[in-house]
């Protein structure tokens, strides 16, 4: 029962709280009754810019008009610079794949070359020399 009591009461302060901020005014944003008609020019002023700044605004050039070379010179570094960084990654992923197929051909070699001692080991009878000394000098 004390649970349900305990609820009850948090309920209610959310409520009264939500009743309490709905009615204060935000601090960023006023509400649109309190703005007159000369806060709202102003904010027109502020937001909107007139047509010969917003035509010198965006790109001073037509999308059919010749690049400026300051403009080629530019994409070509960008261009250069990402082929640069590309090959040097790609080459980087080259080298640890070699590095890593090397040291598993090592390991490899390493193995079989085990095995085939141990199967020597274990196969010897004593009557022969070991393999070692059955090797022909050229």
């Avoid at 027109?44 to 035509?55: G, L, Q, T, V």
């Avoid at 990654?89 to 390991?107: A, I, K, S, T």
């Avoid at 085990?114 to 050229?138: A, C, F, K, M, T």
Wanted: glycine share 4%; hydrophobic share 30%.
């Amino acid at each position: 029962m004390n649970w349900t009591r305990l609820l009850f009461l948090s309920c209610l302060a959310a409520i009264a709280l939500l009743a309490l901020l709905r009615e204060g005014e935000g601090a960023a944003v006023r509400s649109p009754r309190a703005a007159g008609p000369e806060e709202k020019e102003s904010l027109k002023k502020r937001i909107f810019m007139k047509e010969s700044d917003a035509s010198s605004f965006f790109k001073k050039r037509g999308k059919r008009s010749p690049k400026s070379q300051d403009e080629i010179n530019a994409e070509n570094r960008q261009r250069l610079s990402a082929d640069e960084r590309r090959r040097e990654y790609y080459e980087e992923q080259r080298n640890e794949f070699e590095n890593y197929v090397e040291e598993e051909q090592d390991e490899q070699q390493e193995r079989t070359r085990e095995q085939v001692e141990q199967w020597r080991q274990w196969h010897y009878d004593g009557l022969y020399p070991s393999y070692n000394y059955q090797r022909h000098n050229i």
